[in-house]
């Protein structure tokens, strides 16, 4: 049997079905648990301006509307996404007029990382005088997204993404309710059950969203695994391109490289790939790691990396995975070295530290008369007449002729070119 909403209400469940109150509210127990300073604040009606900050669907407006409820206070919802001052302006003269009958106000800004300097500012004064009680929820990490002045004023809660022991407990209550809407028996097999709640990737509006789906289109009950997935295609990831765990992902296949983990680095790779990323964007980032993190240790790194590049556009996904894997591996298990990365930051800081220093004489050329009789080039060794192409001369500038910047590792291929360099300069030596 298919279920009509419709006929129960206009609203998506996930709203329908919201927690009114902490005891069915389910997760974040570092937050709302037994005696947890998030819970005392409530229950003691001592509120002050709060930051949410975690991923979707974990609760973050529920719970601001729970403690609306539980404080008895005035309750105004804007979205920062379509709210300017002027909104702003008018909530505000509505909260003084509340606050002088004695009722405090809320203000619950979703999204508040969209919110400019601007609108930031013009709440700063309110929260101070305690005219507003803010509570602004978002899904960037505030440290970046919000004002330093507006988030001194506030309290940063951080919100984690849900466990299956909440999400099982939120699918459990919306089964009774909805049966009891319903007045009907609405029987999920084990597996089944485990399915949605590993699906919902510890958000609980997709959670719901998902079972919503399934009680529209699905119409053999008790539900079985099989046919959820005939419902559902394909499993939807939290993947912001844009957004920090974009960021947090590329940072975490990185760091699985670096650290010789392939297991690691070619999860996080699919991880990306899965949830839709561009494989020419995770092309490009090995190709900065081999030089990076691998370098002089194994210089046909960058081959496979740009190789990999070139693959990509050729094949195009999903083929073209396959390609990435390969070179996520050979780059997790390269010798590693960072030596190139140190010279290109050492000869930065260098060149800000010692400005525009003069090309040495001897190694300019002498293009023109003029220049030959100004000393350009003059006394210049060309490498190809002395014995093994060594020479003594100076090619850095005077002022920093004894600056070492590349100094490669003794791992890999650059413990050769280590031995090779010590080599040439002990001969130089000699010469001298």
Not at 149 to 160: D, E, H, I, P, T
Not at 162 to 183: E, G
Request: glycine content about 4%; charged content about 25%; proline content about 4%.
């Amino acid at each position: 049997m298919k279920i009509n909403f419709n006929e129960i209400s206009n609203e998506p469940l996930a709203n329908l079905l919201r927690p009114k109150s902490l005891e069915e509210f389910f997760g974040q127990d570092e937050l709302v648990g037994k005696n947890k300073i998030l819970k005392k604040l409530i229950e003691n009606d001592q509120l002050h301006s709060m930051i949410f900050y975690g991923p979707p669907g974990v609760g973050k407006t529920t719970l601001a509307q729970i403690i609306a409820e539980k404080t008895k206070s005035k309750f105004i919802t804007l979205s920062a996404v379509t709210s300017g001052v002027s909104e702003l302006r008018k909530v505000i003269e509505e909260a003084e007029d509340f606050l002088r009958l004695g009722t405090k106000t809320i203000l619950f800004i979703d999204e508040i990382h969209r919110f400019n300097k601007s609108q930031q500012d013009f709440l700063l004064p309110y929260t101070e005088k305690g005219t507003i009680i803010l509570i602004g929820a978002t899904t960037e990490n505030p440290s970046f997204e919000v004002n330093s002045a507006l988030l001194s004023r506030s309290q940063v809660f951080v919100f984690k993404k849900l466990n299956d022991k909440a999400l099982k407990q939120i699918l459990l209550r919306a089964i009774s309710q909805v049966q009891y809407l319903i007045n009907l028996d609405l029987e999920i097999k084990k597996d089944a059950l485990n399915f949605l709640i590993k699906f919902a990737n510890g958000d609980a509006r997709n959670l719901l969203n998902t079972f919503e789906i399934i009680l529209k289109l699905n119409d053999k009950w008790p539900l079985e695994i099989d046919s959820i997935y005939q419902i559902l295609q394909r499993k939807n990831l939290r993947y912001d391109k844009k957004g920090e765990e974009h960021y947090n992902i590329i940072s975490a296949l990185h760091k699985s490289m670096r650290s010789s983990d392939p297991n690691a680095a070619i999860y996080w790779m699919m991880r990306m790939l899965e949830a839709g990323e561009d494989p020419l964007y995770i092309a490009r980032r090995l190709i900065r790691f081999a030089s990076e993190d691998v370098g002089m240790a194994d210089p046909h790194a960058l081959l496979v990396a740009v190789a990999t590049k070139e693959a990509c556009q050729f094949n195009g996904m999903p083929e073209c995975s396959v390609n990435l894997a390969q070179a996520v591996v050979h780059l997790a298990m390269a010798p590693k070295s960072n030596a190139l990365y140190k010279a290109v930051n050492l000869s930065k800081d260098l060149i800000n530290k010692t400005g525009n220093l003069e090309v040495p004489f001897h190694l300019r050329n002498a293009s023109t008369k003029l220049m030959k009789e100004w000393g350009y080039g003059k006394n210049y060794q060309y490498a190809h007449d002395y014995p093994e192409n060594i020479v003594t001369q100076r090619h850095l500038p005077e002022e920093i002729k004894n600056e070492k910047l590349y100094i490669p590792t003794s791992h890999g291929l650059e413990l050769k070119i280590k031995e090779k360099l010590k080599e040439i300069n002990q001969k130089k030596k000699k010469i001298s």
